[in-house]
């Protein structure tokens, strides 16, 4: 296989796991072009290499950026907007750990502390599922933040341990 041809197959399958992840399929798509470009792609190049529309290059690309997982590079001599990807995949994982953390976990952990709040302990399982809720959730929560803050060594020093 050819790398041109690797990195189309890349791209795609990056994208269809995007898809399976709750990730809209166009934007795992630029991630993984940029990812596996050498140099920073302008939203021309971005738009020609997969196919689509400026709006839909554009919004894409300002998620990606909402999301921490590209950034704008200015090239000199150049007026465009040019586009890059980080290429730590460890970083990578971090950071899409802590987005994801702060977009699902927290606004559960939220919705947890007002019902809670409201609850008025007559209906003692919904209390129980409650505070099982919120006890699992703080513990996923917990075990995000070791993650985004831990390097690659303790990480897997960690993971060893648990699976021996």
């Known amino acids: 296989m050819q790398s041109s041809e690797a990195k189309k197959e890349f791209i795609q399958v990056w994208g269809s796991l995007g898809s399976s992840w709750g990730i809209n399929r166009t934007m795992s798509s630029i991630h993984a072009l940029l990812m596996s470009s050498s140099k920073a792609m302008s939203t021309e190049e971005i738009m020609e290499a997969l196919q689509i529309s400026r709006g ?6 300002r998620a990606l950026i909402d999301w921490g997982l590209v950034k704008k ?4 001599g150049e007026r465009k907007e040019f586009f890059e990807a980080g290429k730590d995949i460890w970083e990578i994982a971090r950071q899409i750990a802590a987005e994801r953390k702060k977009r699902e976990l927290t606004p559960v952990l939220q919705v947890i502390d007002d019902l809670k709040a409201k609850e008025d302990q007559s209906d003692p399982h919904f209390t129980k599922l409650l505070n099982e809720m919120q006890e699992f959730t703080t513990t996923l929560t917990a075990v995000m933040e070791k993650f985004e803050r831990s390097d690659r060594n303790w990480f897997f020093k960690r993971l060893m341990k648990l699976f021996s």
């Open 56 to 61: 839909n290059a554009n919004m894409n690309i």
């Open 73 to 76: 590079r200015f090239v000199p």
